[in-house]
DNA sequence: CGCTAAGTGGAATGCAGAATTCCGGTTACG
DNA sequence: CGTAACCGGAATTCTGCATTCCACTTAGCG
């Protein structure tokens, strides 16, 4: 593969990754070629069909989601702390980007996809062993799990198009709004049941 | 206007905040009318054009609104518990259908309508003002304020679509996690400034 | 009960925007 | 330099929605 053809398609996956956050998975095949700078030919010869196209979003996405947990992890010492700083990192603007893959595609075609599925879940298992740290050092309400915190990321951070603009401005303000009602402290009410 | 009329003309002004809810103001004229069981034909006779529609489900949507903020406001004593309470109920299904009209109508034609703005207006100051209550009487954080309840309240209340499952199947176990994060003994953080 | 104006549904038409193809013109690189 | 690999984007086809129109029903008056 030449140098130049290997440039664009990393560029047309970065494209993709943004412009389907904002648009949705079926963001035109045209504005993902336009933000990437490249012609439509040169999407569609890399990417047969928009599946592809959403495949290797969805790859770049869990493997950027791990990296930065990773990280995140490696860190911090208490656990909640890592919590934090990570939904910090991923509502950063760009981030955001990412985000839609997991938001959509499990009706779409990577569900069955074993390698990304896997990806998926490591970080997700990664994510719940944090949660349960910070829950058994008390810091983290108990009555809400990985998926709360997963949800609410996926809110916030896919389809800023859809959100009021404030909010699409700075999620981050908000989801640490979130994770205070999440801390042991904050909880009011009986756990659900 | 004969009772049959009437009462499709109901169904349909339901069925609009409906759909609008789940895929925005532009949703297909023929997904309005399908739910509300009516033909196009019988849409285009009532609402001429898409913005005789908006304009009727905003109206609803702020009517509907300013009289639950007044019950709950008469039903509370305390302020907080007010706001709450207010909350729970507009995140109740059925009722995000409303939500919309607001979020997404001010860039659109009914901002220049005098009626709809003072409406609006009116159920908003009043929120506000239960939200300075709440924080004079010290049980509500100072650093958030009535548009970030108001924006919250929009983006877990419209485009139910884009949201993940389980969370637009109880949007008000979120907007409660949110609350108990807006709760005074929940502030961790230092005011934006 | 019968009449008719009011009301109805949905097929038909027109069009805007998106998907996908194709190929004459470039360019990396052996 | 030569050429196989790449490009961009015009051209064409497809899709989905808005809007119109009219033959068919029905509420409700006399």
Redesign the interface.
Known sequence: MRADARRNLDKIVAAAAEVMAER?VGAPMEAVARRAGVGVGTLYRRFPDRNALIVAVGDHYVHTMAQALDEATRRTRDAWSAVRDFVSWAAEPGRAALATAL?ELPQETIVDRAEFARAREQWVRQLGGLVSRAQAEGSMRTD?GV??L???L???T??PG???E??AADPG??L????????A?????AP?G
């Open positions: 949705g938001a809400v998926d709360d997963i949800h609410l996926n809110v916030f896919c389809h859809t959100l009021p404030p909010v303000r908000y640490r709004l979130m994770l205070d009602g999440m801390k402290t904050a909880a009011t009410h659900p």
